[in-house]
């Protein structure tokens, strides 16, 4: 199609030269067209050499892709909805991840919240213990006080 483009756009710029060269340098077509046609034929010659080095490379493309007979047009249509489908998936991975990474924090949140419900249980359940235990410490310091007491000499107290 690129091809088929440029021949048409050579094609009307060679009849542009030639009426050129059938009217007069004084004529209003000559004066309208006199300026326009150098330039054209140098962007033509540009896009031709342009053309001429792409070709080969879009050729290569096509081999590559596994695709022939394809026009430029539907070659990059291809890439561009493959890179959008590749650019959602990309989204839809990081989207995922970061609802896992929630969900494992509110886990690690929730576990963290029954740990602390089972220490603070074991704590209240050891607390009587404890209480109990320096109870009979004390109870124990204030027999052994007064069994020391007694076998010491009593004119001592």
Known sequence: ????????LEGQLKIVESCLEKVSKEDAYNTLMGGFYPRARVLMDSIKAKLDKVEPTFKLLLELLGEENKTPA??????????????????DIIRAEEVEKKRAEAEEKKRKA?????????????QPQQQQQQQQGQENSEGLMEDLKGRLDPKLF
């Not at 199609?1 to 048409?8: F, L, S, V």
């Not at 539907?74 to 989204?91: C, I, M, P, S, T």
Request: charged share 35%; glycine share 2%.
């Open 114 to 126: 029954e740990a602390m419900k089972v220490k603070k249980a074991l704590a209240k359940e050891q």
């Open 74 to 91: 539907e070659v990059f249509g291809l890439l561009n909805r493959f890179a959008r489908q590749l650019e959602k998936a990309y989204d």
């Open 1 to 8: 199609q690129t091809q088929a483009d440029y021949r048409q």
